[in-house]
């Protein structure tokens, strides 16, 4: 995997670099697996990846009202 400087993230007019980006305490990047099994796993996944596809927009809304 490679190291990632946030080069691009400058660029884009983001003020913070790499090193001071601080992940939330509670990051979980992968859910539990007790919750995902059964034959439904999988609309459970992508019920999540429209969910955080949709926060992802609406936050990229805010920062570009906010930018202009």
Same mark, same amino acid.
């Given at each position: 995997?490679?190291? #990632?400087? *946030?080069?691009?993230?400058?660029?884009? *007019?983001?003020?913070?670099?790499?090193?001071? #980006?601080? @992940? @939330?305490?509670?990051?979980?990047?992968?859910?539990?697996?007790?919750?995902? =099994? &059964? @034959?439904?796993?999988? *609309?459970?996944?992508? =019920?999540?990846?429209?969910?955080?596809?949709?926060?992802? /927009? /609406?936050?990229?809304?805010? #920062?570009?009202?906010?930018? &202009?």
């Amino acid at each position: 995997m490679r190291a #990632v400087n *946030g080069a691009l993230a400058l660029d884009l *007019g983001f003020e913070t670099t790499a090193d001071e #980006v601080t @992940p @939330p305490a509670r990051l979980s990047l992968a859910p539990s697996p007790s919750r995902l =099994h &059964g @034959p439904d796993k999988y *609309g459970v996944l992508e =019920h999540r990846r429209r969910q955080a596809q949709i926060k992802a /927009r /609406r936050a990229l809304a805010d #920062v570009e009202e906010q930018a &202009g």
